[in-house]
């Protein structure tokens, strides 16, 4: 045989082996990722997702055009992604459809708010209101006309003679480190506010102590830091989609559970005070902001499912019941302890916690803080009595002149229990 032919014949099986090698791992890749599909699916099934509780909210049985609209946000959250945006690094994407809609305008990317005004609205200047905070300002699962900022526009437009254009800069994940960047940037374009509000909670909590658990950080940023740096991780995160690599999670997310809670508050403990005190250092660089531009601040503390002393509805009972998230829910209770605590000293924002203490209604559709239409609507209306109370609108030369009194700080703040009434199950 010649060399030739032996060369020949010993490729020939080299590149059939590798052939074979590359077939087969494929073909195993395949079986474990359907495998994976299968497992995680049994799991869906018998323990549904947050997001699957929320459409089946008895609040929504009401609206006829819920069914419609809960198609719509499901095909949001599989087919919109985030864009980029400098220094707040993600913003919002645009989306239109029946119920809900991202637009594009001049100032950015945002949530449409559905703006009612009085009759006399058209014949004098009106008072811009600024509005930030994360997914439950932008408004996750509910209709345009059921985001806070739309209900806060109802309320402030329907009693009296002033006129009031909200706008909703309400990005899904946004802490308030972001918020203030995009309050500065705002400003620099041009806007001239006469309000702005700020309405946040969770997302600063779980950023600060959870994860990354860094009290002056945003979320995501193992995932956004691995991508920047180019770092192996970085180039393989798609794999995140994976239903194989999200089983391991799972599992790994399990185990960790079993640590005892009661440690893990102690060591959070720093993190939280850290937390808060980062959260108040952004609200005051929003105050000299106000008063350098001329705007009056208004800052709150979001409700949320995991503190305060609300009769729960059954389904809010069965989407609380989540036994993998219960030590995240104790740390945030902490926060929340802390923010009561802070708001009733400080007075520098509002404690919204214990905001549904006697609403029997379901309000939450998911174990977080998003709410209904009916929990947005009651939030809403303590805002905007909040703000009349606090502000003395007078007519001047240039128009409306909003200017803060001293009842700023009433309302919740100003009945603040300084004990805990972290709901535990």
């Known amino acids: 045989m010649s060399l030739s032919r032996i060369r020949f014949l010993f490729l020939r099986r080299w590149f059939a082996f590798v052939g074979f090698v590359v077939i087969s791992s494929i073909v195993a890749?395949?079986?474990?990722?359907?495998?994976?599909?299968?497992?995680?699916?049994?799991?869906?099934?018998?323990?549904?997702?947050?997001?699957?509780?929320?459409?089946?909210?008895?609040?929504?049985?009401?609206?006829?055009?819920?069914?419609?609209?809960?198609?719509?946000?499901?095909?949001?959250?599989?087919?919109?992604?985030?864009?980029?945006?400098?220094?707040?690094?993600?913003?919002a994407a645009p989306w239109h459809s029946k119920y809900i809609n991202t637009?594009?305008?001049?100032?950015?990317?945002?949530?449409?708010?559905?703006?009612?005004?009085?009759?006399?609205?058209?014949?004098?200047?009106?008072?811009?209101?600024?509005?930030?905070?994360g997914s439950t300002l932008y408004g996750t699962g509910v209709p345009d006309e059921a985001t806070l900022p739309s209900f806060l526009s109802r309320e402030l437009n329907s009693a009296g003679h002033e006129c009031f254009v909200v706008s909703n800069f309400g990005v899904e994940g946004y802490v308030t480190n972001q918020e203030i960047i995009l309050l500065i940037e705002q400003l620099k374009a041009g806007r001239r506010p006469g309000i702005v509000i700020f309405y946040d909670g969770v997302n600063d909590s779980f950023a600060g102590t959870i994860s990354?658990?860094?009290?002056?950080?945003?979320?995501?940023?193992?995932?956004?830091?691995?991508?920047?740096?180019?770092?192996?991780?970085?180039?393989?995160?798609?794999?995140?989609?994976?239903?194989?690599?999200?089983?391991?999670?799972?599992?790994?997310?399990?185990?960790?559970?079993?640590?005892?809670?009661?440690?893990?508050?102690?060591?959070?403990?720093?993190?939280?005070?850290?937390t808060l005190d980062n959260y108040e250092t952004n609200l005051s660089i929003a105050k000299i902001l106000g008063e350098a531009y001329g705007f009056r601040l208004f800052c709150f503390w979001q409700p949320a499912l995991v503190y305060g002393h609300k009769p729960l509805h059954p389904f809010e009972m069965k989407i609380a019941d989540n036994a993998a998230t219960k030590s995240s829910f104790r740390i945030l209770a902490e926060v929340y302890q802390k923010a009561e605590e802070q708001s009733a000293s400080s007075g520098s924002f509002v404690f919204l916690g214990d905001i549904f203490d006697t609403v029997k209604e379901p309000l939450y559709i998911d174990k977080w803080m998003h709410l209904d239409?009916?929990?947005?609507?009651?939030?809403?209306?303590?805002?905007?009595?909040?703000?009349?109370?606090?502000?003395?609108?007078?007519?001047?030369?240039?128009?409306?002149?909003?200017?803060?009194?001293?009842?700023?700080?009433?309302?919740?703040?100003a009945t603040m229990?300084?004990?805990?009434?972290?709901?535990m199950r």
């Open 212 to 274: 990354p658990g860094i009290p002056n950080a945003h979320v995501s940023l193992a995932n956004i830091k691995a991508r920047v740096e180019g770092s192996v991780a970085g180039r393989i995160d798609f794999l995140r989609d994976s239903n194989t690599l999200q089983l391991v999670m799972t599992g790994v997310n399990w185990l960790r559970r079993v640590r005892p809670a009661e440690t893990r508050i102690e060591e959070i403990r720093p993190k939280v005070s850290a």
């Open 417 to 423: 229990k300084v004990f805990p009434r972290a709901r």
């Open 29 to 91: 890749m395949a079986l474990l990722e359907f495998g994976a599909f299968l497992v995680l699916s049994t799991d869906h099934w018998i323990r549904p997702d947050n997001r699957d509780f929320a459409e089946s909210s008895p609040a929504y049985a009401e609206y006829s055009w819920a069914p419609e609209y809960w198609k719509e946000e499901k095909a949001r959250w599989k087919l919109q992604h985030s864009s980029y945006e400098p220094f707040v690094i993600w913003g």
């Open 373 to 413: 239409p009916d929990g947005n609507e009651v939030v809403a209306r303590s805002i905007a009595k909040c703000l009349k109370n606090g502000l003395d609108v007078q007519s001047g030369p240039t128009g409306i002149q909003p200017r803060l009194t001293p009842t700023m700080a009433t309302s919740s703040a």
């Open 103 to 133: 637009d594009a305008t001049p100032q950015g990317i945002w949530r449409r708010t559905i703006n009612t005004g009085n009759a006399g609205c058209e014949k004098q200047n009106s008072v811009e209101v600024l509005m930030f905070g």
